[in-house]
């Protein structure tokens, strides 16, 4: 397909593999980037210099590309409509003509006319899909007696199925209009199929879809679609089961066409004599959940839940520099191995546990020591003494703890390689430190985001983030193991391809580091605990719906504080700094409940990958003279809600009650611009943290 308008960050997001867009004349699938071997472009070893051909962008990352178990990235191509660029197929395959009804199918209009447009004299023949246009019914271009030749344009029919675990294809029409058993023998016949949309209501029961012998054009049956979005009467029928009827075989778009249909995998669906039925025909038994996600439902073609992108955003970070400072881990490796030389019988059987506790105690004793900041020194024993039992296991959160420890590291201030520049400001006694508890300012003249597509789910999100990590399912069982297998990956060939694409965005940020004993102090107090209690009440009540197993582990009242604050500050920053709140995004540092590592930080940058991204407003604004007004004026903000008092005193709002006081009056923002979707947010939190509105 030629003339695709879209923009490059879109690629790797809103159109990326598997996704559908609608363009004027077409409804289009976007294939993987490794379609075929110089989709995206070529090298330039294997690149023939005379010929048009894009160029492949290589971006490599060492840090995030062994997160992903993978070797490099790769950039969208530059010339979107270039031969080896960007790859579609139509989808769905099934179009139907709003003058007279009838739906045709995509192999039949290849075939009608050789796919060209036609044409007046002897002109060059166009074929629709080079023209990205939408083809004429096939009914209408044929003069009857009863009318003349008319060049009718088709609509790309409405309704598609899915399933759980990724198969999409076309609404069965030919299938489902000969439901019944009298005419179940009329199936694969090719008959013609019309639609006829009543006059009397606009419910789905006034559409009906007739069938009509293909040679005779005599009427066979209809059905209506009143019923198409029960799944459960119409996909899992009993004796009319839908996936035995296609072998167990679904298809799957974005890995292309094979012959006259798109490309089909088996789905492993439970036999029908293993399907259990209560008396109202209902799915019922220990295989309920696995068959009604094997099985596909009907879903309207641009329906919200058809496609969840799993994104990751990661910051690009200087390569070759330790995180922690070299000059004290030397020190206290130093003072490790005198230990041991002098007091070899006690110390060499000291565990890492036990070695962490005996420096930290060596701390506040030793004047050499008391040089470095605490938040660093207890990096440096973290880093130290670990082991493998007590390596962080969660790649997110040591990707975040990589990415914290940079910004807290003064010695690290700019790369010649990447496009990272940072300056350390020094947080003097005020309100900064004083009331807010900021330990630490990092402005970001230069900041690199890689916005990395891992794949996609259908139907509903995928409830274990940290699954996007994962390479094989050999340490996966339970739900963690079903929830893997809802992933679609983003490469056609997974094992074959070592790169995933990715979009890269260049910025400013400010980042603010928190102080570690204030917020454990607080995160303490009876009234923060009573009410942080109250919100893990519906907070269970969503990991459960979910199925996010240890989702409690990831969400403590620190994490609710930081979030909310960080929704403020970002709220005011718009305001103050020139910037549009839905170019701003956060990133929430915080270490997960009871873990050894500590994290207490905030990151808001500019996500726009346009010009507006690097104006350089925001670190001005994130200079100690120009943040202390904006923080204060984000807390007053605070104090009151235009839908308080029922704001205030809720018990839980926003999605499935992951909210208490937030709402898009006070504290919620863009959806693009939390990294949760605005969950997990309370400002009755905050404001108790600054002494404001008691929660007793």
């Known amino acids: 397909m030629t003339d695709i308008k879209v923009r490059q960050s879109q690629i790797t997001h809103t159109y990326a593999a598997g996704a559908i867009g609608d363009f004027p004349g077409a409804s289009l699938m976007f294939l993987s980037h490794d379609h075929e071997e110089s989709d995206w472009g070529l090298t330039a070893e294997t690149s023939n210099p005379g010929a048009h051909i894009t160029k492949r962008r290589i971006l490599v990352d060492k840090r995030l590309s062994e997160a992903f178990g993978i070797q490099n990235f790769v950039l969208p191509p530059l010339e979107i409509s270039a031969p080896n660029a960007l790859k579609t197929v139509r989808f769905p395959m099934s179009k139907y003509c709003p003058s007279c009804g009838t739906i045709h199918f995509m192999p039949d209009l290849e075939k009608y006319n050789n796919g060209t447009v036609p044409q007046k004299g002897n002109s060059y023949p166009i074929k629709f899909d080079d023209a990205l246009r939408a083809y004429y019914c096939i009914d209408c271009q044929n003069p009857s007696p009863n009318h003349k030749a008319r060049f009718v344009e088709l609509v790309p029919t409405r309704f598609i199925i899915a399933n759980d675990e990724g198969f999409i294809a076309d609404f069965p029409w030919d299938w489902y209009v000969h439901k019944n058993p009298k005419f179940r023998d009329q199936r694969g016949r090719g008959n013609k199929l019309k639609l006829e949309f009543g006059s009397s209501s606009a419910s789905l029961s006034s559409i009906t879809l007739k069938s009509y012998d293909k040679e005779t054009g005599k009427f066979i049956t209809s ?9 459960e009467t119409t996909f899992i029928a009993q004796d009319d089961e839908y996936l035995p009827y296609l072998k167990d075989r679904l298809s799957k778009p974005w890995l292309g066409r094979d012959g006259d249909s798109f490309v089909r995998q088996l789905v492993g669906s439970i036999p029908p004599g293993q399907i259990h039925r209560n008396a109202d025909g209902e799915i019922i038994g220990e295989n309920a959940d696995l068959v009604k996600r094997k099985y596909p439902r009907t879903l309207q073609r641009g329906a919200n839940n058809l496609y969840f992108p799993l994104i990751f955003k990661g910051i690009r970070l200087p390569e070759g520099l330790n995180l922690v400072d070299p000059q004290l881990l030397n020190k206290l490796t130093e003072l490790k191995n005198s230990f041991i030389a002098i007091q070899p019988d006690t110390y060499r059987s000291y565990t890492s546990e036990q070695w962490k506790e005996h420096f930290r105690n ?11 900041e605490k938040d660093m020194y207890e990096e440096v024993i973290a880093d130290l003494f670990s082991e493998g039992d007590n390596q962080i296991a969660d790649k997110k959160q040591k990707l975040r703890l990589d990415e914290f420890s940079c910004f807290n590291n003064r010695t690290i201030t700019s790369s010649k390689k990447i496009w990272y520049k940072a300056r350390h400001i020094a947080v003097e006694d005020g309100f900064l430190s004083d009331t807010v508890k900021i330990d630490r300012i990092t402005l970001l003249d230069k900041i690199n985001e890689l916005k990395v597509f891992r794949g996609f789910t259908r139907i509903k999100p995928l409830a274990n983030e940290d699954l996007i990590f994962e390479t094989s399912t050999d340490n996966l069982k339970g739900r963690r193991l079903d929830e893997y297998t809802r992933i ?13 694409p990715c979009s890269e965005v260049k910025g400013e940020g400010v980042f603010l580091s928190f102080n570690n004993e204030a917020l454990n102090k607080w995160e303490k107090e009876e009234a923060v605990v009573e009410r942080y209690n109250k919100m893990s009440v519906n907070l269970n009540n969503y990991f459960e719906t979910f199925q996010i197993e240890n989702g409690q582990e990831n969400i403590n009242a620190r994490y ?12 005011q920053l718009s305001i103050d700094s020139g ?6 995004t956060e990133i929430i540092y915080c270490n997960k409940r009871n873990g050894n590592q500590f994290m207490n930080g905030i990151l808001i940058y500019t996500s726009s990958s346009d010009t507006e991204g690097t104006l350089g407003g925001l670190v001005e604004k994130g200079l100690p003279q120009n943040l202390t007004p904006v923080i204060s004026k984000a807390i ?28 898009y009056s006070c504290v919620m923002v863009p959806e693009t611009c939390c990294e949760n979707i605005n969950k997990f947010l309370d400002r009755k939190l905050v404001l108790n943290f600054f002494g404001i509105h008691s929660l007793e």
């Not at 059905?223 to 799944?231: H, R, S, V």
């Not at 605070?638 to 992951?658: E, H, R, V, Y």
């Open 579 to 584: 910037y549009s709140l839905s170019s701003l």
């Open 488 to 500: 679609c990956d983003a490469r056609k060939y997974p094992l074959k391809t070592n790169e995933l």
């Open 560 to 571: 609710v504080f930081l979030h909310t604050l960080s929704h403020m500050i970002m709220q």
């Open 636 to 663: 007053d903000k605070a104090k009151w809600c235009s839908s308080d008092p029922l704001c205030i005193t809720s018990n839980g709002q926003g999605f499935m009650t992951t909210n208490m006081a937030a709402c």
């Open 362 to 372: 060596l701390y506040s004793q030793t004047p050499a020591l008391l040089i470095y």
């Open 223 to 231: 059905e209506n679609l009143g019923d198409i979005f029960n799944q």
